[in-house]
């Protein structure tokens, strides 16, 4: 019993003729007639009345065409599966996402992705959350990792990680003035009045940036009015500015698991327990995500959710 003699059981199941079944297999009637024959013959049992108008299956017949076709899904899905993984061997993964977060997760990320995939050319563009979506859906890339809320209709995502959004704030800084810092930690930080922060001097990332509309988020709730506000290029310098007493800044909790800084900051939050920040892969809703970039996210995904010196979640387990 072959594959081929499965289909033309279906073939001839569906159109309940032989000769339709014939043009629809682009064969001769004879040859088909032959191929069931055979069939019927190895099995033993008769699968098709062909002495009524239109054929009918027997019940063994009905019994024979449910398993081959769950067969034939079977076959047709594997052979999917095998294209999908043949087209693997050259091709181009199109990925966006911050300058801070490329410095620190493609080390981790890319060895294990050319490692699975040595063919497959890696893109890796630079920016903030607006300027990413843009390029998503004029088609210059395949994924984009940034933070929710993704701003275009047209584009969906998948859930990566989350991430807290803790204040950085220098040692010596007024705002800590009769405060007690026994168990300062990104695990414990310490719980600061919102209207504490009024008047205060801000540092931002561009506008754009994920990092900044939830930033904005946290002002609009506890109606936070900064005082000077500065901006630089991405979390990672401003993390090492806020040690430095330059200013206040709201930050992933995920800036001090990178190569640290030789100064701390005490790390504080607004909210208990504090703001979280969805870090998901954004991508164009219609057209879906390809098959490279698909592989892309899944080693991605894995990696973010267990490494300790990317994701707070995994290195308190």
């Given at each position: 019993m072959t594959f081929e003699q499965l289909s033309y059981a279906d073939a001839v199941a569906r159109e309940k003729s032989l000769s339709k079944a014939a043009e629809r297999l682009f064969i001769s009637q004879s040859a088909l007639t032959k191929s069931l024959n055979r069939l019927e013959e190895e099995l033993g049992i008769k699968l098709f009345d062909r002495n009524v108008v239109p054929v009918q299956l027997t019940f063994a017949g009905e019994c024979y065409l449910e398993k081959a076709r769950q067969i034939l899904s079977i076959q047709s899905s594997m052979t999917r599966e095998l294209e999908e993984i043949m087209s693997f061997r050259k091709g181009r993964v199109r990925v966006g996402m911050g300058p801070g977060r490329n410095e620190f997760w493609t080390p981790h990320i890319l060895p294990a992705f050319t490692k699975a995939y040595p063919d497959v050319e890696v893109q890796i563009v630079l920016g903030g959350s607006k300027f990413l979506e843009q390029e998503l859906l004029n088609g210059h890339l395949d994924i984009s990792f940034q933070y929710l809320p993704v701003l275009s209709e047209d584009l969906t995502y998948t859930?990566?990680?989350?991430?807290?959004?803790?204040?950085?704030?220098?040692?010596?800084?007024?705002?800590?003035?009769?405060?007690?810092?026994?168990?300062?930690?990104?695990?414990?930080p310490l719980l600061l009045p919102p209207d504490s922060l009024n008047g205060r001097t801000f540092l931002f990332a561009p506008e754009g940036h994920g990092i900044t509309q939830c930033t904005r988020q946290i002002f609009a709730r506890y109606h936070i009015c900064p005082g000077q506000i500065r901006r630089y290029t991405n979390c990672d310098l401003i993390y090492a500015l806020a040690c430095e007493g330059m200013g206040l800044s709201f930050i992933p909790d995920t800036c001090a698991l990178y190569p640290a800084y030789y100064k701390k900051p005490v790390f504080c939050t607004v909210d208990n327990p504090p703001f979280t920040m969805n870090l998901v892969a954004a991508y164009k809703k219609h057209e879906g995500i390809s098959p490279l970039a698909k592989k892309f996210l899944e080693i991605t995904c894995g990696i973010v959710r267990h490494s300790p010196y990317l994701s707070v979640n995994a290195s308190k387990n």
């Open positions: 859930m990566i990680t989350e991430e807290r959004l803790l204040l950085a704030v220098p040692l010596d800084h007024p705002v800590l003035d009769g405060k007690e810092l026994p168990e300062n930690s990104l695990i414990h």
